[in-house]
């Protein structure tokens, strides 16, 4: 794919994504039929990527995006579906499909099946997301496909490259496969943490948001080299590497996180759609490698790919439901565990003990049919089986690899029509909207306008029995008077002359900087107040973020009118 190509395609794919918006249309699926369509077209070039710039350029920001805003203390207290979804699950549905594709292609070894059975193993966060958002999907529930789409991936490649390593004859640097699975993992949450750790420390000391947000650009590639450089998972760096990043945004200025949101927002719509147009693009050179090139027999390959989609499909509502079939001894188990004491993390004991209590109660059977049918496989399916190398250490071919690109194909495109088609009539079938969770959000929402409140007033106070340097106290007092008769913190404070015979004869840039300098103080004492109630278990996650969002808007609006006025 040339650069001329890469760019038709992207401006191509944008346009169908705003097309589908406009017409109320999911767009992921959408973008993958126009791409099919196109596939065929005759004269139409082969636009293929190399896997290791798929994974490498393409994978690191979309999972650096979604674990940016995803909530760590929400990832604590649905830590137990989330792993059986994500590791374990994964681990079963590798090796059912690496069993049933052993059975029905007889030219996979059954290592070979098993590269298949990892390729097609995770559910892709990308489809996940998009699709998920755009249905309304409950709170709960996002979050644990998220969870789950955000550490599969790594499980799957691991397993992945033990399969090749196997098939081929080379080695990993770590034999045993247990143990090369613990070795990834350690090193690929390490690698995270402490770039993390390391960019937010840099980021406190530049005072710049251009250069704070192209150093934020940065981590998800340099997390994903420099994990993959020790061997090990560069998936899991980019993940912790986002999860610690976003939760310690709020140390950055209200400029750098306005500026990363609109970013990451940007980079995710550009490269969703370039993902799905790139999965439909594909179609008919698949096709044609499997049945013209290779001489496949089409009879034996459209039944093992129909066969493989099928155990994929029904795998995991198996396990979702067989596994909440042990929910009386789960409840027996959680209700004689003690609650955390003197927690030394307040957030994280807080997560654990919600945990214990939604685990308790357990999932109905809806949200568990809802989970079960959200299985759309994506671009790691397709870059993992575009990375079934061609040759053995041996120089013989790869046994059934256009075989495994064929089947990894039709599973990605059948789990992302079929179960993306029908998603929207199940939601609304399973009428999964909670009185009780909308309840809770408004009342969380109640608390937390009365916290900033507290916190507001506190700060006048303060700032009223300690004025800056600068500030005339009288005009501090007229001020603070606004503010006590508002009734709502956030209102605008800054009149115009003429409405104010009181405040007509002061100068004006004293009053515009006595305005900022107020509220400015409110806006940070809202916000540490917040952030506090969030890390005492106080407050949800979720809730947090969407307040924080509109104080960095009103800072910055508060900023821009005081910058006008002076001018």
Known sequence: MNGVQLLLVVIAAVAVTGLAHRKGLQAPLVVVVFGLAASFIPGMPRLELEPHIILGIVLPPLLYSTALDFSVPS??????????????????????????????????????????????????????????????????????????????????????????????????????????????????????????????????????????????????????????????????????????????????????????????????????????????????????????????????????????????????????????????????????????????????????????????????????????????????????????????????????????QFIAFVVAVGTLLLQGVTLPYLVKRLDLSSDVEHNKEMQQRTFAREVARKASKQAVQQTLADPPDGCDPALLEGIAERFRHAQETREDLLPDDEDDPALRELHRKDLTRAVRVLRERMLTAQRQALIAERDAGNLDDEVLRDLLEHLDYEEAATATGSAARLH
Do not use: C
């Open 75 to 404: 990832f604590v207290q649905n830590i137990q579906p989330i792993l059986r979804l994500g590791v374990v699950l994964v681990l079963i549905t590798a090796f059912a499909v690496g069993g049933v594709a052993y059975w029905s292609v007889p030219e996979l070894t059954f290592g070979a099946a098993l590269v298949l059975g990892a390729a097609v193993g995770p559910p892709d966060a990308v489809t996940a997301v998009a699709i998920g958002r755009s249905l309304g999907v409950p709170n709960r529930v996002m979050t644990i496909l998220t969870g789950e789409s955000l550490i599969n991936d790594a499980a799957a490649l691991t397993l992945f490259s033990v399969g090749v390593a196997a098939v081929t004859g080379s080695h990993t640097v770590v034999s045993n496969p247990v143990l090369f699975f613990i070795y990834t993992s350690v090193v690929g949450i390490l690698v995270g943490l402490v770039l993390a750790v390391v960019v937010l420390w840099v980021r406190r000391r530049l005072h710049e948001p251009g250069l704070e947000t192209v150093l934020g650009l940065i981590v998800p590639f340099a997390a994903f080299l420099l994990a993959e450089e020790l061997h090990g998972s560069g998936v899991l760096a980019v993940v912790m590497a986002g999860f610690w990043v976003g939760h310690n945004s709020v140390t950055s200025g209200y400029a750098t996180r306005l500026q990363e949101r609109q970013l990451w927002r940007s980079i995710d719509i550009l490269l969703e759609a370039f993902v799905f147009a790139y999965m439909g693009l594909q179609m008919k050179f698949i096709i044609e490698d499997v049945f013209e090139v290779h001489h496949e027999p089409v009879g034996v390959m459209l039944f093992s790919s129909l066969l493989v989609l099928l155990t994929v499909l029904a795998i995991r509502p198996i396990w979702v439901f067989g596994f909440s079939g042990s929910r009386q001894l789960l409840r027996k188990g959680l209700a004689s565990t003690p609650p955390a004491e003197n927690p030394k993390v307040p957030f994280l004991a807080a997560g654990m003990d919600k945990a214990r209590d939604r685990a308790a109660r357990g999932a109905n059977w809806q949200t568990n049919a809802l989970i079960s049918w959200t299985g759309m496989r994506g671009v790691i399916t397709l870059a993992a089986a575009a990375g079934v190398p061609f040759y053995t250490e041996s120089g013989e071919e790869f046994p059934g690899r256009s075989a495994i």
